[in-house]
């Protein structure tokens, strides 16, 4: 489970610090660089609410399997030449993750009941790990090693094939497949419910400011005289932020009856980082780069806890998660693309810095509704 966290978060952001060498190879508008990054969320959005279904139709240590195979394929495809190829092997990466995003959760609740907390403070650790390294990497990769962008980007498929080598054994004890729709909530049901919709948003939310964070970062600090280099290890910097509080974050989480007094802080913390970034000068980058890390790592582990406290078993949170991710990602697809279109027509940073200080406003009045405790399935 730790390794195939590992995988879910490298692929993506090892693009970051890499976009402009991408966009100068294939001859990208800002837009269509901005497209690298919500490809994989719309990828995301599709699949995730079928996931669960899979799960219960072919096991789910088999879609596992299924979904680590594939996602070292589109790895492998999205360093083939081409235009084509890059948003192909692209797509097929998202799908792959996707399901693991879904499954993930279900794992851990039905693994685990009693450590819900711990382990997803574990994997979330291994997921953010890989991919603050991916981002500060890609740069010497791609450059100092001579592999150019698409060596850089192609060489995480290694990971994902240990992933595979290592999940092996679990076919061997997989799960009986379960075609029965009352494991759950039903979907129709779960649709209804206001606190699926407020986990839902909170989760897009968060995703949107991260994911673009990811893909336009080492632009915005580029547009202000710093190096590539110096901007994707920015970038390391914002992740390695948040990997202590992936970890803090859920094991508090879980033993609170509450988590409105966390959602508080989470979106402080995204105001001041965001507002930073917005208004000060060049030396306090650092700084606010490591408090919205800080927020986003707040953001995350609450997005993830939702998934289980707010539901009874491990179908749910399944389901569950299925919802948030595909309606958050679909919320969040539009995020680096809109960023992108935002630059070019304001010719500066300003505006769509203003739309994410809008997004982190709006994750405060759906966490606090997503942080009341209840359930998914209680009649309302």
């Given at each position: 489970?730790?390794?195939i966290a590992a995988n879910l978060r490298a692929p993506l952001t090892s693009v970051g610090p890499l976009v402009g060498t991408i966009r100068e190879s294939l001859t990208l508008s800002a837009a269509w660089a901005g497209a690298i990054t919500t490809l994989p969320l719309l990828a995301f959005a599709l699949l995730s609410p079928f996931a669960s279904r899979l799960a219960r139709r072919f096991?789910?240590?088999t879609v596992l399997f299924a979904a680590i195979g594939l996602l070292a394929a589109g790895i492998a495809v999205r360093s083939l030449a081409g235009t084509a190829a890059l948003f192909l092997g692209t797509a097929l990466l998202g799908l792959a993750i996707a399901v693991c995003n879904v499954l993930m959760?279900?794992?851990?609740?039905?693994?685990f009941p009693e450590n819900v907390g711990m382990l997803t403070g574990v994997y979330s650790v291994s997921m953010n790990l890989c991919?603050?390294?991916a981002s500060g990497v890609s740069v010497p990769l791609a450059?100092?090693?001579g592999l150019g962008w698409k060596g850089a980007l192609g060489c995480w498929a290694a990971l994902a094939l240990i992933a595979v080598a290592l999940w092996l054994p679990q076919l061997r004890g997989r799960s009986r497949p379960s075609a029965s729709p009352s494991a759950g909530v039903k979907p129709t049901k779960l649709w209804r419910s206001p606190l699926a919709w407020q986990v839902t948003l909170f989760m897009g939310l968060q995703s949107l400011i991260f994911y673009v964070t990811v893909a336009w970062l080492p632009a915005i600090l580029g547009g202000r005289g710093m190096s590539a280099g110096t901007a994707g290890w920015m970038l390391s910097l914002l992740q390695f932020a948040l990997l202590p509080f992936t970890f803090v974050v859920p094991v508090l989480a879980g033993r609170m009856k509450s988590q409105r007094p966390l959602v508080a802080l989470t979106t402080a913390l995204y105001v001041v980082g965001i507002g930073g970034l917005l208004?000060?000068?060049n030396g306090w980058i650092p700084l606010w780069t490591i408090v919205l890390g800080i927020g986003g790592g707040f953001a995350f582990s609450l997005a993830m806890m939702f998934f289980t406290l707010r539901t009874r078993t491990?179908?749910?949170a399944a389901?569950?998660?299925g919802m948030a991710q595909s309606v958050g990602y679909l919320l969040a697809a539009v995020g680096p693309a809109l960023f992108g279109m935002l630059h070019d027509a304001a010719g500066g940073w300003t505006a769509p810095l203003l739309l994410l200080l809008a997004a982190s406003l709006l994750i405060f009045a759906c966490g606090m509704g997503a942080a009341k405790r209840r359930y998914v399935d209680e009649e309302r």
């Open positions: 489970m730790v390794v096991g789910m240590e959760p279900a794992l851990v609740k039905r693994e991919g603050a390294i450059a100092g090693a208004v000060g000068g491990a179908h749910e389901e569950l998660s």
